[in-house]
């Protein structure tokens, strides 16, 4: 097996435990203090690890390290993805006081596979296979089927 799956698992773990946890912190200083507090953690921690990664690139795959003449990178985009980042750590305890853990996961969920297929399509330029969009409706479907109400 190769253990780079539960790299997903671990992430997939970790979305539900943060939007928990910043939701009971919420519950005591309110939505926008918690997300406050997460995102000044998620700095240093940023921090520390770009330190490590400049003093120390030969500990990371290429990938990590901070390239030598990185270039441009279009403004918009780097604001995109803070204002993206907030609205997950905002938007997930929001929806978990209000709908609950399961139903929020699962229509996020939904929405990541749904997001994904177009993105590899228009993006990442890998086709729409239709056993692709089928394994999106049957999650879908799944997702339905968990979260239905009696």
Do not use: Y
Not at 29 to 38: P, S
Not at 62 to 85: K, Q, T
Not at 107 to 135: T, Y
């Amino acid at each position: 097996m190769n253990p780079l799956i539960l790299l997903p698992v671990v992430v997939g773990t970790a979305v539900v435990v943060q939007a928990g946890i910043n939701r009971q912190i919420a519950d005591q200083w309110g939505l926008a203090a918690a997300t406050l507090l997460n995102s000044a953690v998620v700095m240093v921690f940023a921090l520390a690890l770009f330190a490590l990664v400049k003093a120390k690139p030969e500990l990371f795959a290429e990938f990590v390290r901070v390239p030598e003449d990185p270039g441009r990178i279009v403004a918009w985009r780097g604001a995109l993805a803070g204002l993206l980042g907030v609205t997950i750590v905002f938007g997930l305890p929001w929806g978990f006081a209000r709908l609950g853990a399961l139903e929020v996961i699962l229509i996020v969920m939904v929405a990541q596979v749904v997001a994904s297929l177009v993105w590899d399509w228009r993006v990442e330029g890998i086709g729409v296979q239709p056993l692709r969009v089928i394994g999106a409706l049957v999650a879908l479907g799944g997702a339905a089927l968990a979260s239905w109400k009696r």
